[in-house]
């Protein structure tokens, strides 16, 4: 079904997009961003991280075919934290997001209605990916405010800059109506150009 289709190229394009998010954030910080906490009780950048790749490679690893809570997962060591430095904390991030990203583009419009398990609970393909999308942007979410607090030159805007919406809103409807989707020239800038 087409339908289907556009689901997944649109489904792939949005975790794109906030893995973007998280990778311009972590550009604009220092070694010692990663690691603040403001109380016991909260998680550094470093920690949602571990906790990120912790989920990711524990429902993406042989996706279609063993549960997404693996044996081998400690979910409670995630929020104590593994890394010591950025360099290890941009390793967990990347191999998380690896497992993850080849488990989406190995799937097919078929492999959607097919029932896939966490916990022991039935989900759709189509379920569990709605599932991630609601829970990986939560704490990409949360990684961007932490970084706007803790970058050490002034903030980058990872969207419309503030101040900057009717500018962005003139340049769109000067344009003809399309279809397109709303990462489309966010995926295509270079990862170093902000976004206007």
């Not at 893995?19 to 950048?45: C, M, P, R, V, Y």
């Not at 829970?135 to 990684?143: A, E, K």
């Amino acid at each position: 079904m087409a339908m289907d289709n556009d689901y997944l190229e649109s489904i792939k394009k949005q975790f794109q997009y906030y893995k973007i998010l998280g990778d311009k954030t972590f550009a604009q910080l220092n070694e010692e961003a990663f690691f603040w906490q403001f109380n016991e009780e909260s998680n550094s950048i470093a920690i949602i991280v571990n906790h990120l790749s912790g989920n990711m490679l524990s429902r993406f690893t042989d996706f279609l075919t063993s549960d997404g809570e693996k044996e081998w997962r400690n979910r409670d060591a995630e929020f104590e934290g593994s890394a010591t430095t950025k360099q290890e904390v941009l390793a967990q991030w990347e191999k998380g997001w690896n497992c993850f990203l080849q488990a989406l583009a190995s799937l097919t419009e078929e492999d959607l209605a097919r029932i896939v398990y966490i916990r022991n609970q039935g989900h759709t393909v189509t379920e569990a990916l709605n599932r991630q999308l609601a829970h990986y942007p939560y704490h990409i979410g949360q990684i961007v405010m932490l970084g706007k607090m803790l970058a050490q030159q002034p903030w980058q805007s990872l969207s419309i800059p503030k101040g900057g919406s009717q500018t962005f809103n003139d340049i769109k409807f000067s344009q003809a109506q399309q279809k397109a989707h709303f990462t489309d020239e966010f995926l295509n800038q270079k990862s170093d150009e902000p976004r206007n």
